[in-house]
């Protein structure tokens, strides 16, 4: 089946520690995003990237880090320069000009 | 640069009656319109687009939504509600690689 997988479901970090999390997608998309979704705020932009080794800050950038070495994967880290980063993150891919197909979600939460 | 503005935070019907989700946007050219659903804690499905041609557009699960270039407006509607239906429903517009979220909208739906 095509689709986008998220890795791990569940996520847990300590305090000064990095922590990556997978986007796999099959779908053969160019672009692929980084959300992050808080209760009330809808969904910000984290990074996009359109091409292999290439990618682009969003609206909230800080703190995070990505790397599109493959088309098919998106890791986003979220590093200890993030102060607040318990949240919902969601990957999503897509060809220009169509609709995200989005994954199902890694429910990070600091410790 | 475009946003999208989603007036109600909560909107709560009874099971059996019509819905209408607003959604206004803010964007120069002709935009690219989505409209997603989400499950509490699971990633986002498309309902439906709009990116050219007919205003009403017709969705999964009954879903519409017509497209008032006039108004900025892209409102979904749905003529009777099921008591599934109750979840968080995003409008999206498209701007070249990035799309853009409203803020979200919960339906709770009364049996």
């Known amino acids: 089946d095509g689709g986008i997988t998220q890795s791990p479901k569940y996520l847990f970090r300590k305090e000064g520690q990095n922590v990556t999390l997978s986007c796999e997608q099959n779908l053969n998309h160019d672009a692929m995003y980084w959300y992050r979704q808080d209760p009330g705020q809808g969904l910000r932009l984290i990074y996009y990237?359109?091409?292999?080794?290439?990618?682009q800050k969003g609206d909230i950038a800080e703190g995070y880090s990505v790397s599109r070495e493959k088309k098919e994967s998106f890791p986003l880290t979220v590093t200890s320069a993030q102060k607040n980063p318990t949240a919902f993150y969601l990957c999503a891919s897509r060809q220009f000009g169509t609709e995200a197909f989005f994954g199902q979600g890694t429910r990070l939460t600091v410790v | 640069a475009q946003s999208v503005t989603q007036p109600d935070i909560h909107i709560t019907v009874s099971e059996g009656a019509s819905l209408e989700l607003r959604c206004n946007y803010s964007?120069?050219?002709?935009?690219?319109l989505f409209w997603y659903v989400q499950s509490p804690g699971q990633g986002l499905q498309l309902l439906l687009k709009?990116?050219?041609?007919?205003?009403l557009v017709q969705g999964i699960k009954g879903f519409e939504a017509e497209f008032k270039r006039s108004q900025s407006s892209f409102n979904l509607r749905k003529p009777s509600v099921h008591w599934s239906d109750a979840a968080e429903y995003f409008c999206a517009v498209g701007d070249g690689n990035k799309l853009v979220f409203g803020a979200g909208t919960i339906l709770r739906v009364k049996s």
């Open positions: 964007y120069g050219a002709t935009p690219y």
């Open positions: 709009y990116f050219s041609g007919d205003t």
């Open positions: 990237s359109q091409i292999v080794n290439d990618f």
